[in-house]
T-cell receptor, first 116, second 111 residues
Framework: DGGITQSPKYLFRKEGQNVTLSCEQN?????MYWYRQDPGQGLRLIYY???????QKGDIAEGYSVSREKKESFPLTVTSAQKNPTAFYLC???????????????FGDGTRLSIL | GEDVEQSLFLSVREGDSSVINCTYT??????LYWYKQEPGAGLQLLTY?????DMKQDQRLTVLLNKKDKHLSLRIADTQTGDSAIYFC???????????FGTGTRLLVSP
């Protein structure tokens, strides 16, 4: 079945350490997204990519980095510059273009990142 | 402003109807979506509506859109305990691929 796979489900980071969250999709979607979710808040966009080898900053990109070397993969690195990284991270993908069904975003099951 | 607003909490009894409301600010929105999030999980797309529609029905779900007031609602008929979750509305604006999400409404269904 097609879908989005995020790994790991739980991740712990030490102070000063970079960590990378994996996101893979087999939906043949061109666009991929990373969101951060804090308790009691909505989703905030970190980075998004509409095509391979291209990506744009979202609303809260500071302290994060991404790459898009393959259509299927959009890993997110949480760097040591991100001072408050504890959150639930969600990856999504969507088709692009002007299709008649609105190209909704489909989500993975998330990665919960905590600080040791 | 860019905010998409939702009430934080809704409590209903099993078998009743639930109505979750959302207001948005951008009149250029093209599609509006409703997502469901269960604890510790990602977001599941429930339904969506195109901005030139007033209503869309899909089994127990009815979406109403009032473009004049920029108001969107999701009605769940015969609400079940399994419907307990957080519900997010989201809008897609003209010319943009990304979505703007509301803060989410926590629905609690009691037996």
């Amino acid at each position: 079945d097609g879908g989005i796979t995020q790994s790991p489900k739980y991740l712990f980071r030490k102070e000063g350490q970079n960590v990378t969250l994996s996101c893979e999709q087999n939906l043949n979607h061109d666009a991929m997204y990373w969101y951060r979710q804090d308790p009691g808040q909505g989703l905030r966009l970190i980075y998004y990519s509409q095509i391979v080898n291209d990506f744009q900053k979202g609303d809260i990109a500071e302290g994060y980095s991404v790459s898009r070397e393959k259509k299927e993969s959009f890993p997110l690195t949480v760097t040591s510059a991100q001072k408050n990284p504890t959150a639930f991270y969600l990856c999504a993908s969507s088709a692009t273009g002007t299709g008649g069904f609105g190209q909704p975003q489909h989500f993975g099951d998330g990665t919960r990142l905590s600080i040791l | 402003g860019e905010d998409v607003e939702q009430s934080l909490f809704l409590s209903v009894r099993e078998g009743d109807s639930s109505v979750i409301n959302c207001t948005y600010t951008d009149s250029s929105s093209t599609y509006l979506y409703w997502y469901k999030q269960e604890p510790g999980a990602g977001l599941q797309l429930l339904t969506y509506i195109f901005s030139n529609m007033d209503m869309k029905q899909d089994q127990r779900l009815t979406v109403l859109l009032n473009k004049k007031d920029k108001h969107l609602s999701l009605r769940i008929a015969d609400t079940q305990t399994g419907d307990s979750a957080i519900y997010f509305c989201a809008e897609r604006r003209t010319g943009f691929q990304k979505l703007v999400f509301g803060t989410g409404t926590r629905l609690l269904v009691s037996p």
